[in-house]
């Protein structure tokens, strides 16, 4: 078993918040067996398991426990940002699915309340709850909420023989 002190600063202070957040959390650190300073945590609950899987000047990414890892592939989700990461690990740990989150999990991936985010949208509270119970939405409404949490909509189409980005015109 590593000690603290022999891993990277970013796992060390993951895994302390980690532990902080859920005591008796099982987790199961291993360095990654190339030279490259990977690290692999899987992480078991009750409701299954996923890992966490760190690089050095990539940051973490998610992947199902099923989901075996392929060279040069990237993980479902990825994160610079250790505390969006451990926001993320509690909607997981709720009962969340690594690789899909809604409207409502985006919102509180970064940290804000309905009411903040109406504020930045321009419209009310109400607004906000009405459209993360929607199961239909405008992509113009999900490109404005997703910049208005900082982000930018990207989308993919997937085929049987490969994929490609989807450019939007207008």
Do not use: C
Not at 43 to 48: A, D, E, F, L, P
Not at 142 to 148: D, E, F, K, N, P
């Amino acid at each position: 078993m590593e000690s603290q002190e022999s891993k990277p600063t970013a796992v060390r202070q993951f895994l302390e918040a980690l532990e902080t957040m859920h005591p008796g959390l099982s987790v199961a650190t291993e360095r990654g067996g190339d030279q490259a300073g990977d690290w692999w945590m899987d992480i078991g609950h009750r409701n299954g398991s996923f890992v966490v899987h760190w690089q050095p000047k990539v940051g973490f990414g998610l992947h199902p426990s099923g989901e075996e890892a392929v060279y040069g592939e990237l993980p479902s989700e990825r994160y610079g940002d250790t505390a969006m990461l451990l926001r993320r690990v509690d909607q997981l740990l709720l009962n969340g699915e690594v690789g899909t989150v809604g409207l409502r999990g985006l919102r509180e991936l970064n940290g804000l309340s309905q009411t903040e985010l109406a504020e930045r949208l321009g419209v009310q509270q109400a607004a906000v709850s009405k459209v993360e119970r929607r199961q239909d939405l405008h992509l113009d409404t999900l490109s404005a909420i997703v910049r208005a949490l900082g982000g930018t909509l990207e989308m993919k189409i997937k085929f049987p023989g490969g994929e490609v980005p989807l450019k939007m015109i207008g």
